[in-house]
């Protein structure tokens, strides 16, 4: 590991950053990482679920959150393209 190197630990695993990582992005990650499997854990019959099962509804909820939010952004640029047309239009 690199002296400036960086390690956050996530869920019990230590991960390596380089040091021209945005860190606290990682953090801010981390922790939602760590809140969602918490969330997930006491929703599932009292934290009695398996981890592996666990750990695949969290990668199935953030990535629908991914693509909500790529959808979301889609129709905000579609509707600032249809906007910017009709001002270009009135010109």
């Known amino acids: 590991m690199e002296e400036n190197d960086h390690?956050?630990?996530?869920?019990?695993?230590?991960?390596?950053?380089?040091?021209g990582a945005n860190l606290e992005?990682?953090?801010?990650a981390?922790?939602?990482v760590e809140d969602r499997f918490?969330?997930?854990?006491?929703?599932?019959a009292g934290g009695q679920c398996k981890e592996n099962v666990l750990l695949t509804f969290l990668?199935?909820?953030?990535?629908d959150d991914l693509l909500q939010a790529k959808n979301k952004i889609e129709?905000?640029?579609k509707g600032v393209a249809s906007i910017l047309a009709k001002i270009e239009k009135s010109e």
């Open 30 to 32: 981390a922790q939602l």
């Open 38 to 44: 918490e969330e997930s854990k006491q929703r599932s």
């Open 7 to 19: 390690v956050l630990n996530v869920l019990g695993v230590d991960i390596r950053f380089k040091s």
């Open 59 to 63: 990668a199935l909820g953030l990535a």
């Open 25 to 28: 992005r990682a953090r801010q």
């Open 75 to 77: 129709q905000l640029e």
